[in-house]
């Protein structure tokens, strides 16, 4: 790769790239679970990347973490190396093919938790300047509360650094998770309008919410090739609501 | 006021007024004898009564182990080596050197931030971004760069320990034998070292001579260093 380091909203490829966050709870992995059927059974090539996806880079996080030897910055960096790999081999060649690529969490969970925990605002930017600029970043806004119902007794047991533990917000594990979720919201609204985040209110209906996100992808992708094979796209035009 | 400063952002939790040690930095392409150097620097100082940790690249307990094989396997990106080996960096800043500097050591360092950022240069890293993600480094007291030409530099390493894959940039695919590449791959990283002297103040030593006339030098730089109370560069 030498020689040519582009940065963030200077790269330009054939495929789009379509990204969701929002705090755990917010429903935004469901929609995008939604969302991918749906892209697929219209015919387009989609690829699914989500974080922690290296081997080697992964050995080190969970290290870091279940010994709990990550500091606000090592936190960072090594999330960094993790999308910086995820970035070069899962979301530069697909859209560089022209597919559709989708991420569950981008650089703004980054943002978020990093300026939580401490580090700058501008140099964790700085820090992912080599992102790929999202088709359509879309931010799944839920207020804190409900989140909360969603998650808590629905799930495993929350980890030391998911809840923010390192940051001593409170000795009670649920209840800082509860506060850390909760300055995670602070930052993701100030980020709306900083990087154009699609607000989507996730205190509607799954379906209410699947045909917004609908609208705005099928605008998106106006252009993009459909590459499945004919027999593929038969097959997926009958598991498609016959109203549609 | 605090002698130590950040190159950019800093770490969050820091107290640089806390820092009271020497940060000496040692740089130079691989094969220069650096290690040789801090050897012999940590015995002559502790000789004088100083308090010394030494200290390297890729040893952090955090990443240290996984890197080896990372290099080893080339398997990581550009963008993400230099993410990984900026991860080992900030392990080892945190929980050795500045430990060790509150605690009034003298840090010697074997390579630093500048030989990180030079071989991300070289594998396609933007040198601006670089120069802004280790803004979180501390500006050291000194740094000595041990300077050889590339022909001194081939003995060198024929004489010692043989070329091997990474340190002849083979990762790169800039040459068709080992031979060629390391050449390439060292001018290359020479040059990218001697773009940094004046930015960042490096203190050329001249290393093509032996070890025997190469310390002295060294040594008596290091003594003023130490000697010197004021503030980091």
Same mark, same amino acid.
């Given at each position: &790769?030498?020689g040519?380091?582009?940065m963030y909203?200077?790269?330009?490829?054939?495929g789009?790239?379509?990204?969701?966050e929002?705090?755990?709870?917010?429903?935004?992995?469901t929609?995008?679970?939604?969302l991918?059927?749906?892209?697929?059974?219209?015919? *387009?090539?989609?690829?699914?990347?989500?974080?922690n996806?290296?081997?080697l880079?992964?050995?080190v996080?969970k290290?870091?973490?279940?010994?709990?030897m990550?500091t606000? &910055?090592?936190?960072s960096l090594?999330h960094?190396t993790?999308f910086?790999d995820?970035?070069?081999?899962d979301?530069i060649t697909?859209l560089?093919?022209?597919?559709?690529?989708l991420?569950?969490?981008y650089i703004f969970?980054a943002?978020?938790?990093?300026v939580?925990r401490g580090v700058?605002p501008t140099?964790v930017r700085?820090? *992912?300047?080599?992102?790929?600029?999202?088709?359509?970043s879309f931010?799944?806004?839920?207020?804190?509360?409900?989140?909360?119902k969603?998650?808590?007794?629905?799930r495993?047991a929350?980890k030391? *650094?998911?809840a923010?533990?390192d940051?001593g917000?409170?000795?009670?594990?649920?209840?800082?998770f509860?506060?850390?979720q909760?300055?995670?919201?602070?930052? *993701?609204e100030? &980020?709306v309008?900083e990087f154009?985040l699609v607000?989507?209110?996730a205190t509607?209906?799954?379906e209410?919410?699947?045909?917004?996100v609908?609208r705005?992808?099928?605008h998106a992708l106006e252009?993009?090739k459909?590459t499945?094979?004919?027999?593929?796209?038969?097959l997926a035009?009958l598991?498609k609501?016959?109203?549609? | 006021?605090?002698r130590?400063?950040f190159?950019?952002?800093?770490?969050?939790?820091i107290d640089?007024e806390e820092?009271?040690?020497? $940060?000496?930095?040692?740089e130079g392409? %691989?094969?220069?004898?650096?290690s040789t150097h801090?050897?012999?620097?940590?015995?002559w100082?502790?000789?004088n009564?100083?308090?010394? $940790?030494? +200290?390297?690249? +890729?040893?952090?307990?955090l990443a240290g182990?996984?890197?080896?094989?990372?290099?080893?396997?080339? +398997?990581?990106?550009?963008?993400a080596?230099s993410?990984?080996?900026?991860t080992d960096?900030? %392990?080892?800043?945190?929980n050795?050197?500045?430990p060790? $500097?509150?605690a009034?050591f003298?840090?010697l360092?074997?390579?630093y931030?500048?030989?990180?950022?030079?071989r991300?240069i070289?594998r396609g890293?933007d040198?601006?971004?670089?120069?802004?993600?280790y803004g979180?480094a501390l500006k050291? %007291?000194?740094?000595?760069?041990?300077?050889?030409n590339?022909d %001194?530099?081939?003995?060198r390493?024929l004489?010692?320990t043989g070329?091997?894959y990474w340190?002849?940039?083979m990762?790169l695919?800039m040459?068709e034998?080992?031979y060629?590449?390391?050449?390439r791959?060292q001018?290359?990283l020479?040059?990218?070292?001697?773009?940094?002297?004046e930015?960042y103040?490096?203190?050329?030593v001249?290393?093509?001579?032996t070890v025997?006339?190469v310390?002295p030098?060294l040594r008596?730089?290091?003594?003023?260093?130490?000697e010197r109370n004021?503030?980091?560069?």
């Open positions: &790769m030498a040519g380091m582009k909203g200077k790269h330009r490829f054939p789009r790239l379509f990204i969701v929002g705090i755990d709870g917010s429903g935004k992995s929609q995008l679970m939604l991918h059927k749906w892209l697929e059974s219209e015919g *387009y090539v989609v690829y699914f990347s989500e974080w996806s290296s081997p880079v992964r050995d996080t290290r870091g973490k279940k010994k709990q990550l606000p &910055m090592t936190f090594i960094a993790d910086a995820r970035t070069e081999h979301i697909p560089k093919a022209g597919a559709v690529v991420a569950d969490r969970t943002f978020a938790r990093d939580v700058s140099w700085g820090l *992912y300047e080599f992102a790929v600029k999202p088709t359509v931010y799944f806004r839920a207020p804190l509360d409900v989140a909360m969603r998650i808590l007794g629905g495993d929350i030391y *650094y998911e923010g533990m940051l917000l409170s000795d009670d594990i649920e209840k800082c509860e506060l850390f909760g300055k995670l919201i602070e930052q *993701y100030k &980020m309008d154009g607000p989507i209110d509607r209906s799954i209410e919410q699947q045909a917004e609908r705005i992808v099928m252009g993009t459909k499945r094979i004919r027999r593929w796209l038969d035009s598991a609501d016959s109203r549609a | 006021m605090a130590f400063s190159f950019g952002e800093g770490l969050p939790g640089l820092l009271k040690g020497k $940060l000496i930095v040692l392409s %691989d094969g220069v004898g650096r801090i050897g012999l620097l940590k015995q100082l502790e000789n009564g100083h308090a010394v $940790l030494d +200290t390297g690249m +890729t040893r952090s307990p182990k996984r890197l080896k094989q990372a290099k080893e396997g080339h +398997t990581l990106g550009g963008i080596m993410l990984f080996y900026a960096f900030a %392990d080892r800043l945190e050795e050197i500045i060790a $500097l509150r009034g003298i840090v360092t074997d390579r931030i500048y030989s990180l950022m030079a991300a070289v890293a040198p601006e971004w670089l120069r802004e993600v979180f050291p %007291d000194a740094i000595f760069y041990l300077r050889v590339i %001194d530099l081939v003995t390493v004489q010692s070329f091997n340190e002849s940039g990762d695919h040459g034998d080992l060629e590449s390391f050449v791959y001018r290359w020479l040059g990218e070292f001697d773009k940094m002297v930015t103040g490096f203190d050329i001249d290393a093509s001579g025997e006339e310390f030098r008596d730089r290091i003594q003023r260093i130490v004021g503030h980091a560069q």
